[in-house]
């Protein structure tokens, strides 16, 4: 089982910055690719970033060029920097590991093949 846990949203003003931090303690080697999620009041939740096991990246149009997502292993962590903040970017944000039995049999519950856990949230609120 995987175990995810976010820190440092908050307030900020348009224009200035945020790191998000996700920590999965003692799991993050065997998690194939974790991502960052944002669901804004009455909109769905959708992809920011993602980055799997071998650091490939992926960003989601929209904070292209203002944001970067990086891995720790070391530290069973995943961050995502955020610059140039918008306050079309309000939301919550949610950390994600995406788990699948061919990386790791031991992250995927038993009888499935394949699973994402979440975090709680972590609420990033941008004033104009």
């Known amino acids: 089982q995987v175990q995810l846990v976010e820190s440092g949203g908050g307030l900020v003003q348009a224009g200035g910055s945020l790191r998000l931090s996700c920590a999965a303690p003692g799991s993050i080697s065997s998690i194939k690719t974790m991502g960052w999620y944002r669901q804004a009041p009455g909109k769905q939740r959708e992809l920011v970033a993602s980055?799997?096991?071998?650091?490939?990246?992926n960003y989601v149009d929209a904070m292209k060029g203002r944001i970067t997502i990086s891995r720790d292993n070391a530290k069973n962590t995943v961050y995502l920097q955020m610059n140039s903040l918008k306050p079309e970017d309000t939301a919550i944000y949610y950390c994600?590991?995406?788990?699948?039995?061919?990386?790791?049999?031991?992250?995927?519950?038993?009888?499935?093949?394949?699973?994402?856990?979440w975090g709680q949230g972590t609420q990033v609120t941008v004033s104009s």
């Open positions: 980055i799997t096991s071998g650091g490939n990246t």
């Open positions: 994600s590991a995406y788990c699948s039995r061919d990386y790791s049999p031991v992250c995927v519950p038993e009888r499935l093949y394949q699973y994402t856990y």
